[in-house]
């Protein structure tokens, strides 16, 4: 098992930037893949990014490439979202999710967190 808890989601005006974070435990993080998906209202869940637990090899859904940065810290069991340049329409709930590789399809997803609210006015 393992569990995920979000955390540095906000109301930021369009052209700024934040931080997401997402704190994980139980199950050997420093050997799980970790991605951030998002859900807008009515709308399905999409993937945004991910990194793998050998290498740290980064994957961006082209909305968010050149913007948006995934990074962790396996010391700290923690990965990154760093959201620059942000547009009215990155607005959603971002998750958190592990699995053992790197897939962009939700259900392939084991683990999620409950979700921080991005919100983007502009």
């Known amino acids: 098992q393992m569990q995920l808890v979000e955390s540095g989601g906000g109301l930021v005006q369009a052209g700024g930037s934040l931080r997401l974070s997402c704190a994980a435990s139980g199950r050997t993080f420093s050997r799980s893949a970790m991605a951030w998906f998002r859900q807008a209202p009515e709308k399905e869940r999409e993937f945004v990014a991910a990194?793998?637990?050998?290498?740290?090899?980064?994957y961006y859904a082209d909305s968010v490439k050149g913007r948006f940065t995934i990074s962790r810290d396996n010391a700290k069991n923690t990965v990154y979202l760093q959201m620059n340049s942000l547009k009215p329409e990155d607005t959603a709930v971002y998750y958190c999710?592990?699995?053992?590789?790197?897939?962009?399809?939700?259900?392939?997803?084991?683990?999620w967190g409950q979700g921080t609210q991005v919100t983007v006015s502009s």
């Open positions: 990194i793998s637990w050998s290498v740290g090899r980064t």
């Open positions: 999710a592990a699995r053992s590789v790197v897939r962009t399809q939700a259900y392939e997803y084991d683990y």
